[in-house]
């Protein structure tokens, strides 16, 4: 069951932050050192300071990145550039975005704190698996801050899609925040403080089983912390601001705007004999079919009907299609406590033929030393003709109800099984925990 609440968050105050597209930033795992130095040079209080902030050869247990983005909030809200609401609200966050070749699409959500529950026993589903490296170092932010920023992306199923049509009422006036991010994704939030509207949406997420769709590290160390925190009885004042919830945001799985993009894969580090004995060996598994270009090759992916799988191929200049023959022929190269919903995934497929044919195992593929990834086809086959790369293998996207079968069945996706978009932004609202 999802328990979520309504809270008092802290934003940033437009009276002296007029333009929230300057100090908001993408999650902490989006962001390359190239980007982080862009946020820092855009404005003084850029988020980007307290979610991912600079490491410097001086830092040590005392002055390191955690205790800066401690100061630097603090400061924030001494100065009054975060101010906390005076009413606790739920707060719908819409996100209308372009795509190539389609028309623009608004994904509608709304952010509130649910309650944390133990991994797939609580009604709270995960579809991926989490690294060490990345959970220590977000802990290592909430040790020091008492405070979250990064959002967790729920999906939740709602086939009428009632819980927007009850927030839909609150949009008719103008968001109470609107930015703009560099990919021209247009985030607007509206504060809803109606307690007969909180109640409504409580009531009817209260039945919903949650599946987390980005977020899994954050999800987790959320969970060791309030571990932490029991451990050492440290107590909360009154309100929802407690251990026991986090920041989330929340989005209908049936939401006409939801958006899952595929992650093609770009291969690298193959021997001559290899790359040439390639394309035969895919024969023995999959019709292939030449295309003009990567418009062609798309077009044709994209009629793929139920139960199909085609994928893409660009090689040697060449543009290919190719369908799957026979799951079965596939399946036999996956493990066999797989269940048939994961044997089907495109991401199993392709990954059960890379090993196949060319070794690539699912160490070699969390170490990359031969795959690499990229969300645009286009920039794979830039990649490709400058040599970057040897080959790239183009998939469709997984769909959200892919997703939540994993989930429900207790497994977890390969990597880079899905790319949500767009991605959830950091600095709208944060949520500073009440610790007595």
Known sequence: MAKIYPFRAFRYNQKKVPDISAVFAEPYDKITPELQENYYRRNPYNIVRFSKGN????????????????????????ERVLVRDEREALYIYNEEYPLPGTP???????????????????????????????????????RATAAQSGLIFMLYSDPDNEVTAV?????????????????????????????????????????????????????????NYRREMRE??????????????????????????????????????????????????????????????LADLLRRMETQKDGEHRFGLYLGGEFTLMVLKNDADVATLMRPDASDAWKRLHVSIIH????HLLGIDKKKLEEETNVAYERYADLAVK???????????????????????IAENGERMPQKSTDFYPKLYTGLVINKLNLA
Request: a positive charge.
């Open 383 to 405: 990649m490709v003709d400058e040599g970057r790369y040897q080959m790239a293998i183009f998939l469709n996207p997984t769909k959200a109800w892919q997703v939540a079968k």
């Open 352 to 355: 059960a033929i890379l090993e």
């Open 55 to 78: 490491t410097t050869p001086r830092d040590d247990p005392q002055h390191n990145q955690y205790t800066r983005a401690r100061e630097f909030l603090e400061k924030c809200i001494a």
């Open 167 to 223: 927030l839909s009422r609150e949009t008719r006036r103008a968001p109470d925040i609107e930015a703009r991010d560099d990919n021209g994704v247009i985030h607007r939030v509206w504060m809803v403080t109606d307690r007969s509207i909180q109640q409504k949406v409580m009531a009817l997420m209260e039945d919903k089983t949650l599946f987390i769709a980005d977020g899994h590290h954050r999800y987790e160390t959320a969970l």
């Open 104 to 142: 623009t699409r608004t994904r509608h959500g709304f952010i509130a704190l649910g309650k944390l529950e133990e991994l797939g026993k609580g009604g709270v589903m995960p579809h991926e698996r989490t690294l060490a490296g990345p959970k220590a170092d977000r802990l290592n932010l909430m």
């Open 232 to 293: 050492k009885g440290v107590q909360c004042l009154p309100g929802n601001e407690t251990y026991d919830n986090h920041l989330m945001a929340f989005v209908s799985m049936h939401d006409r705007g939801l958006t899952i993009l595929p992650t093609h894969r770009l291969l690298f580090n193959l021997t001559p004999a290899q790359i040439a004995s390639f394309p035969k060996e895919l024969a023995k598994f999959f019709k292939t079919e030449r295309c003009a270009d």
